[in-house]
């Protein structure tokens, strides 16, 4: 059974920093398919978005939102994908979640929680 499980969230204050780890069991990093990765976040009242994503290789790409403060990062023999969040902001603020590119719907985990707030 395949499962990412999101963790490293919390409150900051505006400008502050976070890192966010994914870690990912079962099969999905499986020497025949590593799948792109992405970070994703849902603030409430909105809908999903596409934060940051990188391929096997590691090249990236990110949101307008976050380009030049967000960095993600990922370490295929550990199964681990990260979001480093740096200069974050008051709309920042959101659950962020770890799945692959597109998404699988079975693989929505709790997500990690992140408050911005002075």
């Known amino acids: 059974q395949v499962q990412l499980v999101e963790s490293g969230g919390g409150l900051v204050q505006p400008g502050g920093s976070l890192r966010l780890s994914c870690a990912a069991s079962?099969?999905?990093?499986?020497?025949?398919?590593?799948?792109?990765m992405g970070w994703y976040r849902q603030a409430p009242g909105k809908q999903r978005e596409l934060v940051a994503g990188i391929t096997p290789g590691g090249s990236t790409n990110y949101a307008d939102s976050v380009k030049g403060r967000f960095t993600i990062s990922r370490d295929n023999a550990k199964k681990m994908v990260y979001l480093q969040m740096n200069s974050l902001r008051p709309e920042d603020t959101a659950v962020y979640y770890c799945?692959?590119?597109?998404?699988?719907?079975?693989?929505w985990g709790q997500g990690t929680q992140v408050t911005v707030s002075s």
């Open positions: 799945n692959t590119r597109p998404s699988r719907e079975s693989l």
């Open positions: 079962g099969s999905i990093f499986s020497i025949f398919s590593i799948p792109v």
